[in-house]
């Protein structure tokens, strides 16, 4: 069989792997999708090396392809990010238990090492008159088998259409643009641009809250423009030199301390804090960081944690477990969940300087010794 014959059997085969996968995810649900979708993906991966046997270094390796596609990713995580100090941020949907953890990371990997294996070895493989036809039927297979389409299934044309625009059109812009980084050389870094991303997503307790449109906008143009800065390379006078590319990574580190500086130094509506006591013990303990939204004439009700100001100027961070009123003004009764007593002085609702939204474990633990040291 040739290798023609042999591409066009196997589209046909992701094809219908698609179509069943999607069958079985809709009949028996979440033990599909960690145990049986994963091993689906790996085999087919596997018969992809016996079908198309790799006779060429499946790892060309244009380090400027993979350099440019790494920045891509911050740039992305800043822009969304940094949407979500103007739109505000919600806790992660995803339960962080390291049970749920360790199976999430399973499926990505495997799912992502898997497809994006098979998009290197056929794009590699197919016959160059007919490139363009085979990319086009690839990148879209393969940007399919990132979307859960039984969500489209089941929603209301709006939600469809939401959907859409929020996780289809951005991947199949992503998959063309990865196909076309593939052909030109990319390999570490088309599997690190689907890979990092999902990554953070598992891993942090707060995500950006943004409208559809403003996440639609920025995961598809940053991708178009990878897409013709990519095709900048084929021209012969583009700079491809090591102090071009030394000034791409630095510019990307820069933009990176610059926001870390600003939000650190509470330039924004969301600011960290490092916990010093375990008056919140479970709930957050010493060492832990929590992310706190700016009060903005924002109402707390019970069970709302927090940050306010006390006379020997500290701030407390505690949980509200009463709301009060005198003369029309709001009081909030306030105790620490690892406390067996409320607060002595109720917090008035001007005093309230922010709330929690998201808690990182450990990572304060050096700014709370460094102080600690400062003040014994």
């Not at 380090?63 to 739109?87: H, N, P, Q, S």
Request: charged share 15%; hydrophobic share 50%.
């Amino acid at each position: 069989m040739k290798n023609k014959n042999k591409i066009y059997f196997f589209l046909v085969f992701l094809f219908m792997l698609l179509v069943l996968s999607n069958i079985l995810g809709y009949m028996i649900g979440e033990i599909f999708y960690y145990c049986i979708k994963p091993f689906m993906y790996l085999l087919s991966a596997i018969i992809l090396c016996y079908l198309i046997p790799n006779r060429k270094l499946i790892w060309l390796d244009h380090k400027l392809i993979d350099l440019f596609l790494v920045v891509g990713i911050i740039i992305v995580e800043i822009l969304l990010f940094g949407a979500g100090i103007f739109f505000g941020f919600a806790h992660n949907p995803l339960q962080l238990t390291l049970e749920k953890l360790i199976l999430n990371f399973f499926y990505l990997i495997v799912i992502v090492l898997a497809q994006e294996f098979m998009r290197i070895r056929l794009l590699h493989a197919i016959p160059q008159k007919e490139n363009r036809y085979y990319v086009i039927v690839i990148s879209i297979l393969l940007a399919l088998g990132y979307c859960n389409l039984n969500s489209y299934i089941t929603s209301n044309i709006g939600m469809t259409v939401v959907r859409f625009y929020e996780q289809l059109l951005p991947n199949i812009v992503i998959s063309f643009m990865l196909s076309y980084a593939c052909l030109k050389g990319a390999t570490i870094g088309v599997y690190t641009y689907m890979l990092v991303p999902q990554f953070i997503r598992m891993i942090l307790p707060i995500l950006p809250k943004i409208p559809w449109i403003v996440t639609s906008l920025i995961t598809v143009s940053i991708p178009v423009f990878l897409y013709f800065l990519i095709g900048k390379l084929e021209q012969p006078n583009f700079p491809i030199k090591k102090s071009y590319t030394s000034s791409v990574f630095s510019v990307g580190i820069w933009v990176i301390l610059v926001f870390s500086v600003l939000f650190i130094n509470r330039l924004f509506p969301i600011y960290p804090l490092a916990i010093a006591s375990n008056s919140m013990s479970p709930t957050f303990s010493k060492g832990d960081v929590v992310i706190l939204k700016e009060n903005k004439d924002d109402i707390y009700q019970v069970g709302d944690i927090i940050q306010f100001p006390t006379k020997n100027n500290k701030t407390y961070i505690h949980r509200i477990v009463k709301v009060t009123k005198r003369n029309q003004d709001i009081y909030y009764v306030t105790q620490g969940d690892n406390n067996d007593t409320v607060d002595l002085v109720p917090v008035e609702e001007s005093q309230v300087l922010g709330e929690v939204i998201g808690t990182v474990k450990y990572i304060g633990y050096p700014t709370v010794w460094l102080y600690e040291q400062l003040h014994e």
